[in-house]
């Protein structure tokens, strides 16, 4: 036992959703707005499905040469939205405070110090553009060994492709490193199909779908990733 490496030798790390908060507020007032705007009494709720959907469609097809920015895919699904419930709003004006906020966006509690404590590598693996993780990195004044982007991969999770790049720049196998992060498709589906141990974030308590890959740990937050490095530093 003694002989054996210690494990995980390095953590991967999702950001929105993880490290700081999600964009849902900035995400719902567009969604209100463009509901309020609406002469077929629509909701908000069904502005988020379709716009969450069109979004979604793109950021799968988007990789290798059609690889599009997150920012880029917002406007567009953004657009077709508007477009679809014929709301004739301004798509740069809606959009600005969501792109505010991926630069700026607020922090959990907990993350400084678990960050903090991490006594392996943290690598960030982040659907989102280089500049709007920059920007959110140093505003917080957060510091990682490295930084793997949708935008560096030209892919976006639950492709395999950051989460390859992010081994091929550690130099480690899918075995050695312990992914975290909140989205079941994303980051646990993702990481798992590559034979990747995962920690969920579940700061909401979601029951964890039966169709879904199951994770191999579970937390209410970040502090789930000391637990896991304590329990292992003393195996």
Same mark, same amino acid.
């Given at each position: 036992? @003694?002989?054996? @490496?210690?494990?995980?030798? =390095?953590?991967?790390?999702?950001?929105?959703?993880?490290?700081?908060?999600?964009?849902?507020?900035?995400?719902?007032?567009?969604?209100?707005? /463009?509901?309020?705007?609406?002469?077929?009494?629509?909701?908000?709720?069904?502005?988020?499905?379709?716009? $969450?959907?069109?979004? %979604?469609?793109?950021? !799968?097809?988007?990789? %290798?040469?059609?690889?599009?920015?997150?920012?880029?895919?917002?406007? /567009?699904?953004?657009?077709?939205?508007? &477009?679809?419930?014929?709301?004739?709003?301004?798509?740069?004006?809606?959009?600005? %405070?969501?792109?505010?906020?991926?630069?700026?966006? +607020?922090?959990? +509690?907990?993350?400084?110090?678990?960050?903090?404590?991490?006594?392996? +590598?943290?690598?960030?693996?982040?659907? /989102?553009?280089?500049?709007?993780?920059?920007?959110?990195?140093?505003?917080?004044?957060?510091?990682?060994?490295?930084?793997?982007?949708?935008?560096?991969? &030209? =892919?976006? @999770? +639950? &492709?395999?492709?950051?989460?390859?790049?992010?081994?091929?720049?550690?130099?480690? =196998? =899918?075995?050695?490193?312990?992914?975290?992060?909140?989205? !079941?498709?994303?980051?646990?589906?993702?990481?798992?199909? !590559? %034979?990747?141990?995962?920690?969920? /974030?579940?700061?909401?308590? @979601?029951?964890?779908?039966?169709?879904?890959?199951?994770?191999?740990?579970?937390?209410?937050?970040?502090?789930?990733?000391? $637990?896991? !490095?304590?329990?292992?530093?003393?195996?």
């Amino acid at each position: 036992m @003694k002989n054996q @490496k210690p494990w995980p030798r =390095a953590i991967l790390l999702d950001f929105y959703g993880t490290v700081v908060e999600e964009d849902w507020v900035p995400i719902a007032s567009v969604c209100d707005q /463009i509901a309020t705007a609406s002469a077929d009494n629509v909701t908000s709720q069904q502005v988020l499905s379709q716009w $969450g959907r069109l979004m %979604g469609d793109m950021c !799968l097809e988007s990789h %290798g040469a059609n690889f599009r920015l997150q920012r880029d895919i917002e406007r /567009i699904s953004l657009d077709a939205t508007l &477009r679809h419930f014929d709301v004739h709003l301004d798509s740069e004006t809606l959009s600005r %405070g969501l792109f505010e906020y991926w630069e700026c966006p +607020p922090i959990f +509690p907990e993350s400084r110090s678990v960050i903090a404590q991490c006594t392996v +590598p943290v690598c960030l693996v982040s659907n /989102i553009d280089n500049a709007d993780l920059a920007s959110a990195v140093k505003h917080h004044d957060l510091h990682f060994e490295l930084i793997v982007t949708s935008e560096d991969c &030209r =892919a976006y @999770k +639950p &492709r395999p492709e950051p989460f390859q790049k992010a081994l091929s720049r550690l130099a480690l =196998a =899918a075995r050695d490193v312990l992914h975290v992060g909140d989205s !079941l498709s994303a980051d646990v589906q993702g990481a798992k199909a !590559l %034979g990747i141990p995962v920690l969920w /974030i579940n700061r909401k308590n @979601k029951p964890l779908p039966r169709t879904e890959m199951r994770p191999d740990y579970e937390s209410s937050d970040l502090t789930g990733i000391v $637990g896991a !490095l304590r329990k292992n530093d003393s195996a």
